[in-house]
């Protein structure tokens, strides 16, 4: 087998905290994920030789920028294959700059293909170390499903199943920096922390309602003038009937959880107006078993 295809599912924040800033520049955070089933397409061909990248969106960058490439190049170097190469098709469902983990999820897609495709057999703990060189969130990506994730992102904890529910995720008419608000954020406390233990034992007790009151991401405190537009959409997902609601990531993305998918699907129809996007998906589970 030469070439293979691989889902690559959006991630989403249940809850983020920053814990403070490391002596590297980064900063500490404590995070339970999901993934969603909302998911790229993610085509990876073996070569002879040499490394190449596309994608349907002429404004995603296909050199070393792309977190695809940069993982196929790790996955050789950690593999000790010298003589491989891979080409990468990307077709894109997942928002960019949205705090969905698009290129992190692209990225882990293309270890877990090359893995297979090599028959080099590295375990997922394996690939989450490849995964820790090309990006924050690509070590939770590559098994994915539902997650503690401390220190950069790296430390990888995996929790049971979320029970099952709908998601719907809305884009606002705007992005976030990334870099701006890890600025904001290390210059001023933020008011409220999430309940990260509370969360991960109401995971662990299957009570989903438990998991929607605890929701929280600190960044929603360090948006200056767009907290307002946040917070409106969390409002409207709330009143649409979302047990809880909060932004991903640093955003700009805001997503909520719902009991039943006909709830969700009234939800995202009211939600349509006014907003970039709205897409109706489910909680993804583990894609590494």
């Known amino acids: 087998m030469t070439a293979a295809m691989e889902k690559a599912y959006a991630k989403l924040n249940l809850s983020l905290d920053v814990l403070g800033k490391r002596p590297d520049g980064f900063h500490d955070l404590r995070m339970v994920m999901q993934s969603a089933a909302l998911c790229d ?13 596309e994608t349907d969106r002429d404004y995603i960058p296909c050199d070393d920028r792309n977190s695809a490439l940069k993982a196929a190049k790790a996955f050789f170097a950690a593999a000790g294959i010298r003589d491989g190469g891979a080409a990468i098709r990307i077709k894109k469902r997942i928002p960019v700059c949205a705090g969905l983990g698009g290129g992190s999820s692209d990225a882990a897609a293309v270890l877990r293909a090359l893995n297979r495709l090599t028959g080099a057999g590295l375990s997922a703990r394996q690939l989450e170390a490849v995964a820790e060189g090309v990006g924050s969130d690509v070590p939770f990506c590559v098994s994915g499903g539902t997650a503690l994730a401390q220190g950069r992102g790296e430390r990888i904890t995996p929790l049971p199943p979320l029970p099952a529910c709908a998601v719907v995720i809305c884009m ?95 939800a995202r129809d009211a939600l349509a107006e006014g907003c970039r996007e709205v897409f109706l998906t489910r909680i993804q589970g583990s894609v590494m078993g």
């Open 172 to 266: 606002p008419n705007f992005t976030a920096s990334t870099p701006e608000l890890f600025s904001r954020i290390g210059s001023r406390a933020s008011r409220c922390r999430p309940d990260t233990d509370g969360m991960v034992k109401a995971i662990e007790y299957g009570d989903l309602a438990g998991v929607a009151r605890r929701m929280y991401n600190v960044f929603e405190d360090v948006l200056g003038r767009r907290a307002a537009d946040v917070r409106g959409m969390k409002n409207r997902l709330l009143d649409s009937g979302a047990l809880g609601a909060v932004m991903s990531g640093t955003g700009s993305a805001v997503f909520g959880l719902f009991e039943t998918e006909s709830a969700a699907a009234k």
């Open 41 to 53: 397409d993610v085509h990876v061909t073996l070569t002879n030789g040499g490394f190449s990248a």
